[in-house]
């Protein structure tokens, strides 16, 4: 798609939402609180309810089958990719600054757009399933480092298999929503039996994640070749984690309550389509891995992060990790290869986690347990106070974009906010 | 609730499903393909989504609500346990043998049962999440003798937590559906890099679950003393397992692909109405656990277990486990007490499991890992052939039931086939 692809809505250069991105989420807005599928160009969404409804996309699907005059994205994920892709390009013709279907029906516009600082966001969709993997090899060496062996960190399934386990779905959450501080057993240092207090280790974990567009069968693996075609598009995701609870709890069956009472997302699923333009070489793997797990037209996505934190006493957030999606060690073709290939089946909206993206510098670790050290160094802001973990009040905001010729393709802000 | 109760239908002493069951499901008969609630009594399948068209629930709820004229069970469980025990109190009464209504309408009659061989039963609703605890201390004994430390077996976190996990909700399959022998990495003996393979050490984990009825909001535990108003029923569970797969792929995250690619359960949800008259104090827990776990009014159920494996060489299935849930050493009340208390939110149909029912004894052991103590002591069948793990076309036999004075409250069967 080319740069130059123009909107009459206008978008400034370091926007997340220029016209090549046009993401997709769920809104309500305060004139009608009904929830619906919207797109964001600028500052402003777009009522694809209202654009369905209209006509405006009858090129592309019988409008009567409501994809976007829906509470969820479920129905429009799993459509065949042609259709997904027909529609973005029949809504990048509609918001161009040469058509005038929209840019000069002044009512249809008034009814259509909304500004985004007025619009409520909610979940995409209902998610099936929701896994983390665990795919960033710098943070399992860190958390190896810490935990296990500083000589030998990484465990000797690392680097053969994507690791990865099943978390709550439940429990995930759109941005701008508070978390309560979980209680739990946690051990007391020196002691050997547990207490039930709120946690005092909360922490964040910076990750991405993916969106399954058309599922697989149960027994029927999505090999390695075919995984784009069942991914739709990502976002921003910060898996809360109680760290006290979960060294008491983790063992042998891995992370429980420690991370199921809070995952957030970020409000707007970026299609693959809109990151075609940022893909990248993934990082060298050392050894090759198995057959099934080997793809030679694969590829990472250069996507940059960023984690700020906004404690009470701050004007504005203060950015505390800058990692990038690129250092990822297993691809998400290789984790869905790797999630189906003993038959797991997967639904559409089912939500796959990358795990914590952290880079090999200090600066791009993607938690505050590598960021201090284990606790070992704790973390001075400006305004003087000393966080180790997250305190009650402390907002933490995560945010995502790939750098383009003159514009961004970004994933917005997912924001939450502790409270005791 | 009397156990004189009587049907017009004719019910033997050993059915699971007399008057005083009543469990439901979700079945689709011969000459209608349409998914619907039923429930069971003797070897009839009573239509409930046709008893709901015809107005004899209606002074329970208006029918237009279709709780039964439906492809799930999810409506109906969310509703207030007071309409539940109404429903089921209607359908005593309408099925008793001194009630005209249904008894004396030949035509009606003739509508609503269906032979339970003549039906297909299907997955009786909508699984958000699905848990799997790890409650019997016998069993968490067994593996850790095997895998950790013969003197010390039990973790230190055992008895003080109850320990589970989340497992995949989309794989949970009906009874009578066949599984694929899952392929995937495994760590041949004395090698250290893996092989990919299908698994050569399939196993089955005799379990039961319960459904949640009514869920909780994220961020408000549910008190120990209220779990039993959030568990509408109970099935029997069996949670296939790989080994070999397991083994190699668990730490630090817990099982992932060895127990995703297949779980199935017994097609008939079991009230706790219906489970009333079997309650047993259960085991002893020393130490006493913390004080959100603790329950004077708790009660375990005395439901008897069986596991029977049928070969190809086999004319019938040969039982080879018999347990039962009182061995358990956690409760429901405190799973689901423990599983809400750090703020995780639970859905209608959550799905939650008890891990493997083992008792103290050999012969009640229940999975193959422990009766044939990891492969030292295969087991030898009446054919005369031995197993250590499940071979293809062998096909794993569940089923349950409480004992009642001159009748049983029963779960039926859960079956499931290995196929290459």
Redesign the interface.
């Known amino acids: 798609m080319p740069t130059t692809l123009k909107s009459f809505i206008s978008v400034s250069p370091d926007s997340h939402f220029p016209i090549q991105n046009l993401p997709y989420g769920i809104f309500s807005s305060k004139n009608n609180s009904t929830k619906r599928a919207g797109t964001i160009i600028g500052d402003q969404v777009l009522d694809l309810a209202l654009i369905e409804q209209r006509g405006l996309l009858k090129q592309c699907y019988d409008p009567s089958l409501a994809l976007f005059d829906s509470t969820s994205l479920n129905a429009f994920v799993e459509q065949p990719r042609a259709l997904q892709k027909q529609v973005r390009e029949t809504l990048q013709k509609l918001l161009s600054a040469d058509n005038a279907v929209l840019r000069d029906d002044e009512a249809l516009r008034q009814a259509a757009f909304h500004a985004y600082a007025d619009v409520t966001m909610h979940m995409p969709g209902k998610i ?2 929701y896994t983390d993997f ?1 795919s960033s090899i710098d943070h399992a060496r860190n958390t190896g480092v810490l935990f296990r062996d500083k000589d030998n960190p990484l ?3 690392y680097r ?2 994507p ?9 995930v ?1 759109p941005t701008n929503r508070s ?2 501080r ?4 946690v051990v007391p240092k020196d002691a ?5 207090s709120p ?1 005092k280790a909360l922490d964040f974990e910076l990750e991405m994640a993916f969106f399954i567009g058309k599922g697989n069968e ?2 029927e693996p999505i090999t390695i070749d075919k995984t784009y075609e069942h991914i739709f598009g990502l976002v921003v995701l910060n898996d809360w984690s ?1 760290r006290d ?1 979960q060294k ?11 991370k ?3 995952t957030s997302i970020s409000p707007w699923i970026v299609t693959l389509e809109a990151l075609e333009p940022f893909h990248v070489t993934p990082r060298a793997q050392e ?1 090759t891995p ?3 797990l080997q793809f030679n037209k694969d590829f990472s996505l250069d996507i940059q992060l960023e984690v700020a934190i906004k404690t009470t006493k701050m004007i504005k957030p203060e950015v505390i990790c800058r990692s990038n999606f690129s250092y990822l060690y297993w691809t998400m073709a290789q984790q869905l290869a ?2 189906t ?7 559409p909206m ?1 939500l796959i986690a990358s795990g914590t993206i952290s880079g090999p510098e200090v600066g791009s670790f993607g938690s505050l347990l590598e960021i201090t050290f284990g606790g070992a160094q704790p973390l001075t802001l400006s305004t003087g106070e000393t966080r180790v973990y997250i305190q009650d009040g402390d907002e933490i905001i995560m945010t995502a974009f790939c750098q383009g010729d003159g514009y961004r393709v970004g994933f917005g802000e997912v924001r939450g906010k502790i409270v005791g």
């Not at 690791?163 to 429990?171: N, Q």
């Not at 050997?192 to 039930?196: K, S």
């Not at 008491?248 to 420690?258: A, I, N, Q």
Request: charged share 10%.
């Open positions: 099936g399933d665990y465990l000797p399934n053969h298999i690791v990865g386990y099943h978390g709550r779905a439940s429990s959450i978390i309560k979980p209680h739990g057993q050997t039996d547990p207490i039930f946690s149960l027994g109680a609870i008491w709890e983790y063992v042998p069956l891995g992370p429980f309550l420690s199921s009472f809070a050894p198995l057959s099934y790797h999630h290939v003993a038959g797991c089946n997967t639904q089912d």
